[in-house]
């Protein structure tokens, strides 16, 4: 049956390194591992396996607990956050699987990766920015922020942010750094404040931009002249700033949110 990335494919949680190998699970021991397969000799237990399109799988947190227990820190928590956000299951049932497969290669790591673990995650790029920004010695940030303005009946959804201090962190990809999307964006953003009744403006503010390739534990912590030559930022007011929580609306008197958009 299809395990690791390839069970995370069919899926819908797509989250593995373009040059993947496919992976297969069996239950006896002797298979060779061909050119171009991975094959890994696991128990599994019953429910463990689920059907896709008439193909057997690992379940969805079955192989949320075999990616968390190989490879780099980040890349572990990445998928993690990408099987939890798309089945909506907390990770800490990675727990029970370490329990019940005791003394299993890479169980030693699975406490580190739920540390980090956010279901909230929007995508396996918001994941990596996130650790990160842990890595670089900052806070953990709040995944999937949600501001609101209930009088112009609106809401944004910030991919992270440090909501004490009124800032808000976007991560963008490729497709948002041509010329004319970056405008279409902040006439966007412009639009939404302005109907907020929010200040509006560009400032320079505490994000950076890398290069997926720099995603990893020795990124060198930001310094005050990457904020100034890399940050792009929008200022929004909004009346109401709250989570799934439902956190207390912001006083009007704040100063206003600083949404760095990462590119």
């Not at 968390?68 to 699987?97: K, Q, S, Y």
Request: hydrophobic letters at 40%; aromatic letters at 6%; glycine letters at 8%.
């Amino acid at each position: 049956m299809l395990s690791g990335y390839s069970a995370a494919e069919l899926l819908g949680a797509s989250c593995g390194p373009k040059n993947a190998p496919a992976e297969v699970t069996v239950l006896h021991r002797g298979q060779r591992s061909p050119a171009g397969l991975l094959v890994h000799r696991e128990r599994l237990a019953p429910g463990e396996v689920r059907e896709v399109g008439g193909v057997q799988v690992t379940s969805p947190v079955r192989t949320a607990y075999d990616l968390a227990r190989r490879g780099a820190l980040v890349e572990r928590v990445v998928a993690v956050d990408a099987l939890a956000n798309r089945h909506r299951f907390a990770p800490d049932l990675l727990l029970h699987f370490a329990v019940r497969y005791a003394g299993a290669r890479g169980n030693d790591g699975i406490a580190e990766v739920l540390a980090h673990a956010d279901w909230r995650a929007g995508s396996p790029m918001e994941t990596r920015l996130r650790m990160v920004m842990v890595q670089c010695g900052l806070p953990r940030p709040e995944a999937q922020w949600v501001v609101q303005d209930e009088r112009a009946r609106s809401a944004v959804w910030l991919d992270l942010a440090y909501p004490e201090y009124l800032i808000g962190v976007e991560y963008e990809g490729e497709g948002h750094t041509d010329p004319a999307v970056v405008l279409t964006t902040s006439a966007a953003t412009r639009s939404w404040s302005t109907r907020a009744g929010a200040s509006t403006g560009t400032r320079n503010s505490t994000s950076c931009t890398a290069p997926t390739a720099s995603w990893n534990s020795s990124a060198a912590p930001w310094t005050g002249r990457d904020r100034r030559e890399r940050g792009r930022s929008a200022y929004l007011t909004p009346t109401t700033s709250i989570s799934s929580a439902r956190r207390r609306p912001q006083e009007a008197s704040r100063p206003p949110l600083r949404l760095g958009v990462l590119v």
